[in-house]
């Protein structure tokens, strides 16, 4: 049976939702690419099953999107994704042991720097995408490799 795994690597956002409670990381973060990936895990859930989605959050590191993450408000920046790298880049390296057939990371150019090397790390035969752009532009990305008919059906 052909792999159908996939990973899912996005950065917070900004936006959240204010409960006080802990949610699962996926349903802390509103912003406009969460709201993609949730669509797609209620629209195609058999498929969903077969992904694996890791966020890289300013305050916890990389996290699974079903951390339970409280109510924060910290910010990116280089210092703080260069801080980040020895923990990002050894989760990273535990994660890709599930031997992906396809890894999409959407995440900001500060983000990114959290993933020092990271195609060093990646098998040779994993299919690996990285959206850019604008939000507008990374949705739509984000959108194709969800959706991919080769990987959905």
């Known amino acids: 049976m052909k792999n159908k795994k996939r990973l899912l ?31 797609f895990i209620r629209e195609c859930p058999r498929q969903a099953r077969h992904l694996d989605v890791y966020i890289l959050s300013a305050a916890y590191g990389l996290i699974p999107g079903n951390f339970p993450t409280p109510l924060y408000n910290r910010k990116m920046n280089t210092s703080r994704a260069v801080e980040l790298q020895p923990q990002v880049n050894t989760k990273f390296s535990n994660i890709l042991q599930n031997k992906y057939a396809s890894i999409c990371f959407v995440l900001g150019k500060t983000y990114l720097k959290a ?20 939000i507008g532009k990374k949705q739509v990305q984000l959108k194709k490799w969800l959706w991919k008919p080769s990987l959905v059906d």
Not at 20 to 30: D, H
Request: aromatic share 14%.
């Open 115 to 134: 993933f020092k090397d990271w195609q060093q790390l990646i098998p040779a035969f994993t299919e690996s995408i990285v959206a850019y752009g604008t």
């Open 9 to 39: 690597i996005l950065s917070c956002s900004q936006r959240k939702s204010d409960s006080p409670e802990p949610l699962p990381a996926i349903e802390r973060y509103n912003g406009p690419l969460f709201f993609v990936l949730r669509r």
